[in-house]
């Protein structure tokens, strides 16, 4: 075994939650996870930068965390159904995140899935979102 | 002998379940979506399979990344629903068959297939949604069901090839079980949808489309398809349409196309479904 390429990672816009991802995200998943539990979402609300101390998160990931960067938060080894326990938290849906991560705002992410969603074409590899 | 009567496929839409549950379903974008599912219901009362197996995905529910496990078996008498973030679904728990699961267990392991045996578990919307989909929403579920999690959450999964020879091994087990049984195996998630990074709302209904009739036809291309296919094509999160081949696995070669409806979207996703029995032999 090689890892020496990763096919998916000419997917654009998109961050496989691979093993690597995972082994270095583990802190991240492991505090979104504790969000399940209200008293936890309400230690985490009184003070989000000492809650998250707990976590062997590193600066960058907890500065992600602060900042809801929520792309960041992905790249950095979280993974999509644990960081949308902080956007329960935090009160937006998946939709809502998901327009977020786009850049679009809600009205014109709600439109382009009602039009039928965004189109394969043009959104196979990175070379062609480096035309755009 | 028990036997495999049907498999059925459907998407698991988290935003389905708080429809139904929120009482949404009569608002027109929800209509569009349920009108695809009135005949299956009738289906499915048909049908009256004794014991469901529902092929599907944990979303952190049940595993967080503490353990992974790659096929987990729902081996206990009963399954609660799995509190999300907004509270557990308002619906019925769901009752295992642990004495079929156990055979399973049993007999696909000596088969080479190591599963995870869980005896504890709570089942998120991956499980519940298809539920409601097939049945409505009564007081109790009608028949047992065998829950089989797959990770579909960590890369990588397992292959399309495995997930099929896996349904194989299951339908094995099931024609071994002494007891006259009527099984039917669901295969639930995707279809394409990202809803992760910036290009989350990819759909891609030609791909689904194609993938339905692999299904419904020779499903030997869509079992040899490689992950980053599924990425690319269908979206990150598409890949949970791997899951679809156990359940395509537990069928004859040859199968009847009982019912199909797909419509785009609900929510960030594409809605499949898909009701297969074997051919007439
Ligand atoms: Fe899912």
């Not at chain 1, 003070?47 to 992600?64: C, V, W």
């Not at chain 2, 679904?89 to 399973?104: D, M, Q, S, T």
Request: hydrophobic content about 40%; glycine content about 8%; overall charge negative.
């Amino acid at each position: 075994m090689t890892d020496a390429k990763k096919e998916y990672d000419d997917i654009p816009g998109t961050f496989v939650f691979d093993q690597e991802r995972s082994r270095q995200g583990y802190g991240v998943n492991a505090f979104c996870m504790t969000l399940m539990k209200d008293e936890n979402r309400k230690a985490f609300r009184a003070n989000e930068s000492a809650y998250l101390d707990q976590f062997g998160l590193t600066p960058e990931q907890k500065e992600s965390i602060l900042k809801r960067q929520w792309n960041r938060m992905l790249e950095l080894g979280g993974n999509i159904y644990f960081t949308a326990k902080l956007a329960a938290t935090d009160g937006l849906s998946f939709q809502q995140v998901a327009a977020i991560m786009t850049g679009a705002t809600q009205q014109e992410y709600a439109d382009m899935m009602l039009a039928g969603g965004r189109n394969p074409n043009g959104n196979r590899s990175k070379a062609e979102w480096s035309k755009k | 002998m028990a036997k495999i009567v049907a498999a059925v496929f459907s998407s698991h839409v988290p935003a389905i379940g708080a429809a139904i549950d929120n009482g949404k379903t009569q608002e027109p974008y929800w209509t569009r979506v349920f009108s695809g599912f009135v005949e299956t219901k009738r289906i499915m009362e048909e049908m009256k399979p004794d014991v469901c197996i529902v092929v599907y995905n944990d979303h952190a529910s049940a595993f967080s990344m503490d353990v992974v496990p790659t096929f987990a078996l729902g081996c206990a008498a009963e399954f609660p629903p799995a509190d999300e973030g907004w509270g557990p679904r308002p619906v019925p728990v769901v009752k295992g068959h642990p004495k079929l699961a156990a055979h399973i267990a049993q007999s696909v392991i000596l088969d080479e297939f190591d599963l995870t045996v869980v005896n504890k578990m709570e089942v998120d919307h991956g499980l519940t949604v298809p539920l409601n989909l097939m049945f409505g929403s009564p007081k109790e579920w009608p028949c047992p069901v065998i829950p089989l999690a797959v990770n579909v959450v960590l890369f990588p999964p397992p292959t399309g090839k495995r997930c099929f020879n896996l349904g194989q091994a299951i339908r094995r087990a099931v024609e071994s079980y002494p007891e006259d049984l009527k099984v039917a195996i669901f295969g639930t998630g995707g279809m394409s949808h990202q809803i992760s990074g910036p290009r989350a709302g990819l759909i891609n209904s030609t791909f689904d489309k194609a993938f339905l009739d692999g299904l419904a036809g020779d499903p030997s291309k869509i079992i040899a398809m490689p992950h980053v296919e599924y990425m690319r094509e269908a979206g990150a999160e598409g890949i949970e349409m791997v899951m679809w081949l156990v359940a395509r696995g537990a069928m004859d070669a040859k199968v009847d196309e009982k019912y199909r409806f797909y419509t785009v979207p609900a929510s960030n996703t594409a809605v499949g479904h898909l009701i297969l029995e074997n051919a007439a032999r």
